[in-house]
């Protein structure tokens, strides 16, 4: 492990040795430190922990409201939100969802977005052209300090206990032989009943976050191909506390999909 301070903060970079264990401890002194970063990721900041999932969405934070991209992933990274569009006026981020998407926290969501888009000041949600609701920065009092303490976005966020009523798992999804795919779906069941989807038409789907809390499913795979064939598989999968990968590597069978489970 290798550390360096700039100012009040520390990095870390940690390093794989052949001989090292995979379970370590370390003592270091803090007097005078805000942040401890360790390889790119926050994981204390004024004397608190940072849980992973809201390191993870400290990691998108952006300047500015007009990158649509940026602001796109905030709102769906760990939501039901597949897909939105956003314009940005003067410090007003207006995100336009569809009908299907209605029941999201968006409460949360604005927390976020306020916190993470440096520039926002007011979100504003719409359905085509009808408002369903908007917050600002008044509403979540020390909230656009959380650009800079992502404690206080924790913070926000806890309040709201629905954030961490589940965990984000990362699947990763890798085809053989089926770039060719005009449809792909990932169908994840619980004890029988379904729990997540996602799939569009004429996508190969590859990466997907998955708001779940971790345990055993049983995931259905279904690819459909140029010529008109469907193929699909139903195998389990599992994820833990420690935040692996869950990756399928999916290839066309005979009369099925044939899918190796890996997690890394």
Not at 114 to 134: C, F, M, P, R, Y
Not at 194 to 221: F, N, R, W
Request: proline share 3%; net charge negative.
């Amino acid at each position: 492990m290798r550390w360096r301070r700039e100012g009040n903060t520390l990095y870390a970079t940690v390093y794989e040795t052949k001989n090292g264990k995979a379970d370590f401890q370390y003592q270091i002194d803090q007097k005078d430190v805000e942040q401890i970063w360790v390889n790119g990721r926050i994981e204390r900041d004024q004397g608190t922990a940072i849980q992973k999932s809201i390191a993870r969405l400290y990691d998108m934070r952006t300047e500015s409201g007009q990158n649509a991209e940026e602001v796109g992933r905030l709102v769906t990274y760990a939501s039901s939100i597949k897909q939105c569009t956003s314009s940005f006026d003067r410090g007003t981020l207006t995100i336009s969802l569809e009908s299907s998407a209605m029941q999201e926290n968006l409460e949360s969501l604005s927390i976020r977005l306020l916190a993470l888009v440096q520039n926002a000041d007011k979100i504003v949600w719409t359905n085509g052209e009808k408002e369903i609701v908007s917050y600002d920065e008044t509403d979540f009092p020390s909230i656009k300090e959380a650009y800079a303490h992502p404690r206080i976005l924790q913070e926000a966020l806890t309040e709201r206990q629905d954030w961490f009523n589940t965990s984000v798992h990362m699947l990763n999804v890798i085809y053989d032989r089926l770039s060719d795919a005009s449809f792909a779906k990932i169908t994840l069941y619980k004890d029988g009943q379904k729990v997540y989807e996602c799939g569009s038409p004429h996508v190969t789907m590859s990466s997907m976050q998955v708001p779940l809390p971790a345990g055993s499913y049983e995931a259905q795979i279904e690819a459909g191909t140029e010529k008109g064939s469907l193929l699909s598989a139903m195998i389990p999968i599992r994820w833990d506390e420690e935040g692996k990968t869950v990756q399928l590597e999916v290839k066309p069978g005979k009369d099925t999909l044939d899918v190796e489970v890996k997690y890394v």
